[in-house]
């Protein structure tokens, strides 16, 4: 892991206006990402974890700080931080191909020949195995492919960073295994930033490299960071039994069920200063010790 | 035949084709019960034009509509021959007389009128689509555009077209002045008036589909960065393509409908005109002509929107289109 910071969030705070003022949703969230580094954001629903996540796609402006991607600030969408979103948004009326198409002529438009585009299409829907459907609409394919051409379709753009929101949220478990698997090859084979948002704390422990738990909203921010030093490749099979991956599970699901009660439940507890300590100098260390070292708890 | 292929080419086909049975069974059997119903509650109606027709008088004047538009078309083409023939000898006997063409002038028959009908619902239908979708594309996508359009369309939307037939009437009287008229004046108030009357459906439609096109292909093309225009030609306006044909289709169906009474109303030739003569005309078999004018129009109907519905299906990508 390279420690050049790749992506930058700086005391991000974003208010929505409502009827009865401003609505903070996020306060003061820091995070530093590595070039090639696997972040997953979990928390209760309504923790502000997409907002997180738009505000690096461009889609959402902060109101305070903002996101530094490789030392420029983001300011709107743009095609290198491609989003697959959760409920895919491929356009139904164009065959997978298409929708694949509709990217690289943006992105590339001047850049590649007709044929290389049309090899680079075919070259990302192979890397998702979805060679066979090339032809076929949205709404002939199964959830699980629809992801993995919306998949396709953000990694043609050739992003720095590809942003996932929820995407597997709405799929079979078989389904969801199979997605994980396929992602974890690609983000071997092409290194990608993903920052991807999950519910789901066995997809969490098994892809990241760092998974960032955020507390409850109003004033969402980052509760714990856990550095999951599992060795890579990574079979699901195998970490089943294993006892790091089980103590890495159960860290987050003490943070979600013990420290951060669900929305309604819990009396807001005021977040003091409640930020993501810089985590790259203990990079090294926490190597050894993980489990001890990068837990930070912060409240409760 | 779709569905009947549709079916058989559905493995297992057994199932399948009972169920096709079935459901053409049931149609058959209801209209069947139907016409026995009205066979037998026709009976009981005595009118000052005698006893309400049933189904086999009605099918007794629909073989005579058919005899008396292939006499119509048999005198005209003797007028014609007629006229050849005197034509040719004027020019024997002098060369540079002056030949007239006379066209025949007898009287529309039923199958004249259901053609000038379908011409003038045609007509007031595609000025009418040519008007209200680019405005409804607008409106949709500026709210500044929405918030001008709107208080006009709710206001006109509720009023009966025939309502404006007496004003259309006059407008087209006052401008539409000239020797050799292209169409007739008849023609164009009646188109016009279809026209008013297809605007508001298509109009509020296109305006829905194209505000409500989902967030995240929005999203999709910011993420792009596609130009205004591929956003609006790539993701706007195919994703409210099924909304706008929803628009289309009512505003023809309500079309139609206006059409025949506004034919009626005015006196314009077409099928409303052929039903207000054959009232007015009261003989014994009056009130037959004028069922069968009244099934003509309901296939007629459902002809154009069976005939919308397959263009819906050629042009959306949402094949689930509803076939109701």
Known sequence: MTTQTHLELTSVSIDFPTDHGPFRALDNVNLKINQGEFISLIGHSGCGKSTVLNIVAGLHRATEGGAILNGKEVTEPGPERAVVFQNHSLLPWLSAYENIELGVKQVFRGKKSKTEMREWIEHNLDLVHMTHARDKRPDELSGGMKQRVGIARALAMQPEVLLMDEPFGALDALT???????LMEIHAALGNTVIMITHDVDEAVLLSDRIVMMTNGPAATIGEVLHIELERP????????????????????KFLYERQKRPGESNESPETNSTCADNSATEEQSEKAPEITELRVVSG | MNRLLDFLSRENSSGAARKLVKSVGVSVAAFSIFLMLWSALAAQVQTSLGVLPGPAKVWEQAIVLVDEHKVERGKEAAFMARQEVRNAEKLAKNPDAEVKIRPYTGKATFFDQILTSLLTVATGFLIASLVAIPIGIATGMSQTLYAAFNPIIQLFKPVSPLAWLPIVTMVVSAVYVSKDPLFAKSFLTSAITVTLCCLWPTIINTAVGVSSVDKDLLNVGRVLRLPWLTRTIKIVLPSS???MFTGLRLSLGIGWMVLIAAEMLAQNPGLGKFVWDEFQNGSSN????????????GLLGFALDRGMLMLQRKFSWDKSAALR
């Open chain 1, 176 to 182: 969801r295994a199979h997605l994980q698997d396929s």
């Open chain 2, 286 to 297: 009056s009130l037959a002509r004028i069922m069968v004018a009244v099934l003509v129009i």
């Open chain 1, 234 to 253: 990574r079979e699901r099979l195998v970490l089943a039994d294993d006892l790091q991956y089980n103590h890495y599970r159960s860290e987050v699901l």
């Open chain 2, 241 to 243: 393509i099924p909304m």
